[in-house]
């Protein structure tokens, strides 16, 4: 049973792990777990997400725990969450919360799920996004034969669909998953589902792109986009991992053998989507916590972003916070001085199995030169580099290297080699039209660090890649840091800008003395600090 956040591995996990790590010793578990809902206890209104501690709301009066689960599912934990099917859901909004993996990142799901005969014909195992276009995510029953085999599990995006074989039974305990790989060419049909650790045969699909939005909070037994599709009877161990599961680790799953937290989960030592809902603060003052969601917070003293060089607040036209694709981004536009972003993480992270994440689309463009590009480097504490990328901000259109990605590689500029599409311009263009980026402007970049290099996933509505393994740019002992670089405007009609959301740093802590608190400072500016959000041990 898990109690508050201390996580007590059962002796047969332990035992199962072991036969599983053997098992599977021909293919290393890649998929991390990012949000893991078990419902083994209910506090007051909350119930515990143990992964990172997101943990969910209850709504609605039609929530309780089932303590019959054990003696059903060989191996399983011993309670279910129970829902009454009348506008009852949980919310992951604690903490943070957890928004679900967006844009166009692989992604993976795992849960177990009994039906009750009044379950809705289209009920909803979970849901995230916005209901725009290729924004939106729902995972839910098929009600339309038309469309696959009535009743079976069925994944959409809006219009969008992939349908699988089986249907779901009544007063059964049943294992599904989903794996969703992003291959370059981002679409929902290319979703597999498996039931009880068997890879389905789909039934029906209709291709959609995939960029999911990042602006609500993902929601277990319900749609958040329809008002009649609440689940009705039983769901347990919701999991949700940032890569593809195998056919091996789906049997797993589904067999009992393992359990989502035996996957492994990234300490975050950093993250932030900027969001505030005071109107424009002013630093320093009273506003300085609520500047990120979920943490305690302090941002310093800013200098130097427009002619008075005093300080201003976050209303100046250089630095700001704008509303795109409804969630709050931070803004940089026509800074008057040379500026660099600190994000100064809660633990150093081994190089080895780190993963930064942040969203990112220029705002402005300096003609045909490159003086306004910016750059995004990752640095360990003595500032030796390991990546560092720079976003071209050269306004020309068709070339090899306008307002693109591009890489430094010991020491030495690498054009976009290695993060581009080949004749797919449109798509690699980081520029948006030059004001608030739309719904297909805003690209998130992840990057995976091994012990040797790192290598770029770049999603932007519909076209996504992954580079190969690059190497490192410098002798960075860790990753400790990440610094955001820009230059000051010459020009306030043409000088670039970006927008910046979303930033997540999460990976295996170095084995050093860890400080209290994380710490984002902008320079030319002062500073930003946030408490980590960590599972007692």
């Known amino acids: 049973m898990l109690t508050g956040r201390t996580l007590k591995r059962p002796a047969w996990a332990t035992i199962f792990a072991c036969a599983?790590?053997?098992?599977?010793?021909?293919?290393?578990?890649?998929?991390?777990?990012?949000?893991?809902?078990?419902?083994?206890?209910i506090n007051g209104l909350t119930t515990p997400e143990?992964?990172?501690?997101?943990?969910?709301?209850?709504?609605?009066?039609?929530?309780?725990?089932?303590?019959?689960?054990?003696?059903?599912?060989?191996?399983?934990?011993?309670?279910?969450?129970?829902?009454?099917?009348?506008?009852?859901?949980?919310?992951?909004?604690?903490?943070?919360?957890?928004?679900?993996?967006?844009?166009?990142k692989s992604r993976s799901f795992s849960f177990w799920i009994n039906r009750d005969d009044g379950t809705p014909a289209n009920a909803a195992v979970l849901s995230y996004g916005r209901n725009n276009g290729d924004e939106k995510w729902v995972m839910r029953r098929n009600d339309n034969g038309n469309n696959g085999t009535n009743g079976a599990f069925r994944t959409e995006v809006n219009g969008g669909f992939e349908i699988g074989s089986t249907p779901l039974p009544v007063g059964q305990w049943t294992h599904v998953a989903m794996t969703w790989e992003s291959d370059g060419t981002p679409n929902i049909?290319?979703?597999?589902?498996?039931?009880?650790?068997?890879?389905?045969?789909?039934?029906?699909n209709n291709?959609?792109?995939?960029?999911?939005?990042?602006?609500?909070?993902?929601?277990?037994?319900?749609?958040?986009?329809?008002?009649?599709r609440d689940w009705d009877g039983m769901i347990d161990d919701v999991a949700v991992f940032d890569h593809v599961l195998s056919d091996a680790e789906v049997a797993a799953l589904a067999s009992g053998s393992v359990t989502p937290l035996d996957f492994g989960t990234r300490e975050v030592v950093f993250e932030t989507g900027f969001e505030y809902s005071g109107g424009n603060p002013t630093f320093p003052g009273p506003d300085d916590a609520a500047f990120l969601n979920g943490a305690d917070g302090q941002i310093g003293f800013i200098q130097g972003f427009v002619g008075d060089g005093i300080g201003d607040?976050?209303?100046?036209d250089s630095l700001g916070f704008v509303t795109a694709q409804g969630d709050q981004l931070l803004q940089i536009d026509r800074p008057d001085n040379d500026g660099q972003i600190e994000l100064?993480?809660?633990?150093?992270?081994?190089?080895?199995?780190?993963?930064?994440?942040?969203?990112?689309?220029?705002?402005?463009?300096?003609?045909?030169?490159?003086?306004?590009?910016?750059?995004?480097?990752?640095?360990?504490s003595s500032g030796n580099e390991a990546f560092h990328l720079v976003v071209n901000t050269q306004n020309a259109s068709g070339t090899v290297d306008g307002e693109r990605l591009a890489a430094l590689v010991n020491g030495g500029f690498e054009i976009s080699d290695f993060l581009t599409v080949s004749g797919d311009?449109?798509?690699?263009?980081?520029?948006?039209?030059?004001?608030?980026?739309?719904?297909?402007?805003?690209?998130?970049?992840?990057?995976?660090?091994?012990?040797?290099?790192?290598?770029?996933?770049?999603?932007?509505?519909?076209?996504?890649?992954?580079?190969?393994?690059?190497?490192?740019?410098?002798?960075?002992?860790?990753?400790?840091?990440i610094l955001i670089r820009y230059s000051g405007s010459t020009d306030d009609t043409i000088s670039s800008g970006f927008y910046l959301d979303n930033?997540?740093?999460?990976?295996?802590?170095?084995?050093?003395?860890?400080?209290?608190?994380?710490?984002?400072?902008?320079?030319?500016?002062?500073?930003?600090?946030?408490?980590?959000r960590r599972l007692a041990d």
């Open 50 to 104: 143990v992964a990172r501690g997101n943990d969910g709301t209850i709504v609605g009066n039609g929530v309780s725990l089932d303590g019959n689960v054990a003696a059903q599912i060989a191996g399983h934990s011993s309670f279910a969450g129970r829902f009454a099917g009348t506008d009852d859901f949980i919310e992951l909004d604690q903490n943070g919360g957890f928004r679900g993996i967006n844009s166009s």
């Open 503 to 532: 930033i997540t740093a999460s990976g295996n802590i170095f084995n050093v003395p860890e400080p209290a608190t994380a710490m984002l400072t902008l320079f030319g500016v002062g500073g930003l600090m946030v408490r980590r």
């Open 425 to 481: 311009d449109a798509n690699e263009d980081l520029l948006n039209t030059g004001g608030t980026p739309s719904d297909t402007e805003l690209a998130s970049i992840v990057l995976e660090l091994t012990e040797n290099g790192y290598s770029v996933f770049l999603g932007r509505h519909n076209r996504s890649y992954l580079t190969e393994e690059i190497a490192f740019n410098g002798n960075a002992a860790n990753l400790e840091r």
């Open 313 to 316: 607040d976050f209303g100046d």
């Open 207 to 228: 291709g959609q792109t995939v960029h999911t939005n990042a602006s609500n909070f993902l929601q277990i037994a319900n749609d958040r986009f329809s008002g009649s």
């Open 344 to 380: 100064v993480f809660a633990d150093k992270l081994s190089l080895d199995g780190a993963r930064v994440e942040f969203d990112v689309a220029s705002r402005r463009t300096q003609g045909t030169s490159r003086e306004k590009d910016y750059e995004i480097i990752g640095v360990d």
């Open 189 to 204: 049909n290319e979703a597999k589902f498996y039931v009880n650790g068997v890879l389905e045969t789909n039934t029906g």
């Open 20 to 41: 599983f790590v053997i098992t599977l010793s021909a293919t290393a578990v890649q998929a991390a777990l990012v949000a893991y809902v078990p419902f083994e206890e």
